[in-house]
């Protein structure tokens, strides 16, 4: 008995002395759990980089949708060659913005070529009375390799899908209606850098002599005025809309000047005949501050008017495109000559008034400064139409661009 006791008893003690063996005891929990906490540090690690893969998925087929959805309506795309288009596009724009950094190591050619190849995309196209509307979609996906530390939770790759879906519109009719609010303050009678040949010396002005502008004598060169090359400028904008109207598109233009307040204004009327007799009036020396609040809310009554959705239907056209061209050579000073940032902010908030009613609003900052352009490209629609020219030459092109942008079909992501 006592034998037998006795070899209980060591059993016993031996297992307790197991158990409270915390040398051995940590060895062993290590043992298990070591390689679940290198797969969480694993998945953490990839969790960021799978972030940033679905960003470049997402971005290239948004890109490519647009980019196919466009060709069918600007070029005639056929339903094949635009989803070859986008499937393509949407590989390039993959790999221009990740590389082949995802790619298992010893494979980035093929992981370059499947990913078009994997791409699906699709096209519908719907086509009205006077309106026909494609839709380009496509679905991408990729496989990620995880890391060492991820595979030992025996996840070796993960699976990222995205798609996009992008409209675009083209009217058989195409039509649209436009309103200018230019600039006509003090400022605009100032000399830009470009000379005058035609005329062997003029006063010219500048914000350093405008204080005593009676008392400045005619110098050689004589340079263009601000609002000269933005008489051009329109006068260019007006013919590139008018060569437009030859081909099909029903034009409805009107306009306002400002300086500190609203200075006048035109109705829209068809065609560009009203708004370029309007812009040629405008003052050869204007004067005056800058405050483009009162003409820019003009512009947006105007625009969005039921007059103006009547004027199309009558010319049988049951969708148009509103825009305003804001245009500006200073900052916001109202009838003083510092800049005053209610005012500015009035403007913001207007311009986001417009953009909410679904009016596009090219924005030309001419020779303006920083503050000018700061509140233009907010004003903008987007960047693209934002323009900020610093000289006569840069004026001309910023209007004719707004102008041939202005009759192009639109294009649209919807997802």
């Not at 090219?362 to 000018?372: D, H, I, K, L, N």
Request: charge should be neutral; include cysteine.
């Amino acid at each position: 008995m006592d034998k037998m006791t006795g070899r209980k008893t060591d059993k016993r003690f031996s297992f307790r002395r197991l158990i409270e063996d915390r040398g051995g005891n940590f060895a062993m929990m290590t043992a298990i759990l070591l390689p679940v906490t290198l797969g969480t540090v694993g998945v953490a690690m990839d969790y960021n980089n799978l972030i940033q893969v679905k960003s470049a998925l997402q971005d290239a087929a948004d890109s490519a949708a647009l980019a196919a959805a466009s060709a069918m309506a600007h070029k005639g795309m056929s339903d094949t060659e635009a989803m070859e288009l986008a499937k393509n596009f949407y590989a390039a724009q993959y790999k221009n913005l990740r590389g082949t950094a995802d790619a298992v190591p010893g494979q980035e050619d093929e992981f370059a070529m499947d990913l078009g190849k994997n791409a699906v995309a699709s096209v519908n196209k719907v086509s009205g009375k006077n309106l026909d509307e494609y839709d380009v979609t496509v679905k991408g996906t990729v496989d990620v390799p995880t890391n060492a530390f991820t595979s030992l939770l025996g996840f070796k790759s993960v699976k990222v899908s995205v798609v996009s879906t992008a409209k675009s519109q083209k009217e058989e009719k195409s039509a649209l209606s436009m309103y200018l609010v230019l600039d006509e303050s003090g400022s605009m009678a100032f000399a830009t850098n470009t000379i005058l040949s035609a005329t062997k010396a003029c006063k010219n002005y500048y914000s350093t002599n405008w204080g005593n502008k009676d008392k400045v004598k005619a110098s050689t060169p004589c340079f263009v005025t601000k609002m000269s090359a933005l008489k051009t400028a329109a006068g260019v904008m007006f013919s590139t809309l008018e060569a437009e109207a030859v081909k099909g598109t029903f034009v409805r233009l009107g306009a306002a000047s400002y300086n500190a307040g609203q200075m006048g204004k035109t109705d829209i009327g068809p065609g560009t005949a009203t708004a370029s007799k309007y812009v040629t009036a405008l003052p050869v020396e204007p004067s005056g501050g800058t405050d483009a609040l009162a003409a820019l809310d003009t512009a947006i009554k105007a625009i969005m008017d039921k007059k103006e959705a009547d004027e199309h239907e009558k010319n049988g056209v049951s969708q148009f495109s509103r825009y305003i061209v804001l245009m500006t050579d200073g900052e916001m000073t109202g009838n003083s000559a510092s800049w005053n940032s209610t005012i500015d902010n009035n403007v913001r908030k207007k311009c986001a008034e417009a953009k909410k009613a679904d009016i596009r609003i090219f924005t030309v900052a001419f020779m303006a400064p920083q503050r000018g352009k700061d509140l233009l490209e907010a004003c903008a629609s987007s960047l693209t139409d934002a323009k900020t020219p610093d000289d006569m030459s840069g004026l001309v092109s910023a209007f004719q661009d707004i102008a041939k942008e202005a009759t192009k079909a639109t294009t649209r992501l919807v997802n």
